[in-house]
């Protein structure tokens, strides 16, 4: 039996992607449950990576890759496990099937979540889990070939295979892994597009709430109820208030709503898996001459990386067009304050940040089905920040937005 009959024999949830959704209503407040609809991940479609990753490994000469819990064993598996001192991970050689290392007292649990075949093994308490790890190799005579670690493994599991195979060559697997990882799927996509619409919709949801005297606190709450409604699985976000949102990561000063003060939204949610990440800034009340200067500043540095991202263009390339707008305008250089501190934009797609980022000197070509923020926010410390950020997926004709750009200050939600 080869291993696409195979996954038949397996069963579980990973089947039922393709069956016909839910109708979807609305609520009483006009929110739908948009996650009913949505499809997850097939076992054929993780088949498909497996694949293409053995690809990448046979290229590179390497024998197999070690991945440990996290989100590249559930990109890979569908195995969703925490990360621990016990060691849960898989082993996928260049050709064949994988095999996954386990505790024995959590292997029913791991073995109800795979959802393609493969060789589970077990160790017990006393036991060393990487002296199974380079049995299987040895057994199945990869141990004199490169090893590839995905790039999040831990050291002291890296550490602790390398003791058990001395002589062996374990080396980074970041760049098979990201090969496969970076180009999304249709199927992908699909599941991105329905959490940044959630998360759009919670962000209008909560603004329309927003009063004077609110806490981050309280702002929060009602973007996170709006997602979970919507059926997304909400992380809460960040929300910045006045002086705060000149800090793009906040500030442990008690915030509160004040009219004319900038009120910063900056949020996503999960869906099967899938992130989004959305940002809007708006005014409580009428904005100033110069938030609203620097409001629009920020609404063209958007559209600016938008036109400059195409396919084959430097990831870097993007953020250095922004940088020469903003330097234009007065603000900078490069990353100096008050101007732009950080990067333009980050990948996207199981998580929240992924490889690559729209960053100065990223030599990374722009290629289809890749996915990222765009977020080139402004920021002067002591006054406010203003940062609008909307995700996108590159095609063959350029980047297609999942929503669509902030129109003004005066109806950032259209």
Excluded at 56 to 70: D, F, H, M, N, T
Excluded at 246 to 265: K, N
Excluded at 384 to 393: A, K, N, P, S
Aim: one cysteine or more; a neutral charge; proline letters at 5%.
């Amino acid at each position: 039996m080869d291993r696409r009959a195979a996954i038949k024999a397996i069963g579980g949830t990973a089947l039922a992607a393709g069956l016909g959704a839910p109708a979807l209503a609305a609520d009483d407040e006009g929110l739908v449950n948009l996650a009913a609809a949505a499809r997850p991940i097939t076992a054929e479609e993780r088949l498909g990576r497996i694949e293409r990753l053995q690809l990448q490994l046979r290229k590179s000469g390497i024998g197999a890759i070690l991945v440990e819990a996290g989100s590249s064993l559930d990109y890979f598996t569908a195995i969703q496990w925490w990360r621990s001192e016990r060691v849960t991970a898989a082993l996928i050689p260049a050709d064949g099937e994988p095999m996954v290392v386990t505790p024995f007292f959590e292997a029913p649990s791991i073995k109800e979540m795979l959802a393609i075949p493969a060789e589970v093994r077990t160790w017990d308490e006393h036991e060393n889990p990487m002296a199974l790890v380079a049995g299987w190799l040895r057994e199945r005579r990869l141990a004199a070939r490169p090893v590839a670690i995905e790039e999040t493994t831990r050291e002291f599991i890296r550490d602790g295979l390398q003791r058990q195979l001395p002589h062996a060559a374990l080396i980074s697997g970041a760049s098979q892994v990201r090969a496969v990882r970076m180009r999304k799927t249709a199927a992908e996509i699909a599941l991105m597009q329905i959490a940044n619409t959630i998360t759009l919709n919670a962000l209008r949801y909560a603004a329309k709430r927003t009063q004077k005297g609110m806490t981050p606190a309280d702002i929060t709450a009602l973007v996170v109820d709006a997602t979970r409604r919507q059926g997304g699985d909400a992380d809460g976000g960040l929300v910045l208030l006045g002086e705060a949102a000149a800090y793009p990561h906040g500030s442990r000063q008690r915030q509160e709503v004040r009219e004319g003060e900038v009120v910063l939204l900056d949020c996503g949610c999960r869906v099967h898996g899938y992130s989004s990440d959305i940002s809007r800034t708006f005014v409580y009340g009428e904005p100033s001459a110069e938030v609203r200067r620097v409001w629009n500043h920020v609404r063209k540095g958007q559209q600016i990386a938008h036109e400059t991202a195409r396919i084959g263009v430097a990831c870097g390339t993007v953020d250095d067009a922004v940088r020469r707008y903003y330097e234009s305008v007065g603000f900078g250089p490069g990353y100096k304050l008050p101007g732009l501190s950080h990067r333009t934009g980050h990948g996207i797609g199981m998580d929240g940040h992924e490889p690559v980022n729209l960053v100065h000197l990223e030599q990374t070509r722009l290629d289809v089905g890749m996915c990222f923020s765009n977020e080139p926010g402004l920021y002067l410390p002591g006054k406010f920040g203003v940062r609008l950020e909307d995700c996108f997926t590159m095609t063959e004709s350029g980047p297609r937005l999942f929503t669509e750009l902030a129109p003004s200050i005066d109806k950032v939600f259209g």
